[in-house]
């Protein structure tokens, strides 16, 4: 539940899972001379989950914005056990809601 599942540093995507920390991220990041310009407290020890959840953020957002602004797609399961997939793997991705802005910092 913590692994990185897919990075394609063309597009500058990753699929991660929620478990995964801010800190490995990043240094799978760095192996391609890429980063995720966030900085919450403790950012070795949160996980991509809970970076997510609280949407939390450091002074960077001023410059890069916020965790919610990087995100093009979720998969959530829901309190009745239901999952659902909401955007994709695109940066253009202009089919339905965008309920990815929703479920952050939820």
Sequence with gaps: MGELIEHVPEDMTATVQAGMSLGD???QLAQQNQ???VDPPCPADRSIGALLAGN?????RFGF????????GIAV??????LIR???KVVKNV???DLCKLFIGS
């Design 95 to 97: 089919a339905g809601f």
């Design 35 to 37: 980063w995720l310009p």
């Design 77 to 82: 399961v829901l309190p009745d056990g239901r």
């Design 65 to 72: 914005g916020t965790v919610r602004d990087w995100l093009i």
């Design 56 to 60: 939390t953020t450091g002074p960077r």
């Design 86 to 88: 909401n955007g994709g």
């Design 25 to 27: 991220f990043q240094t």
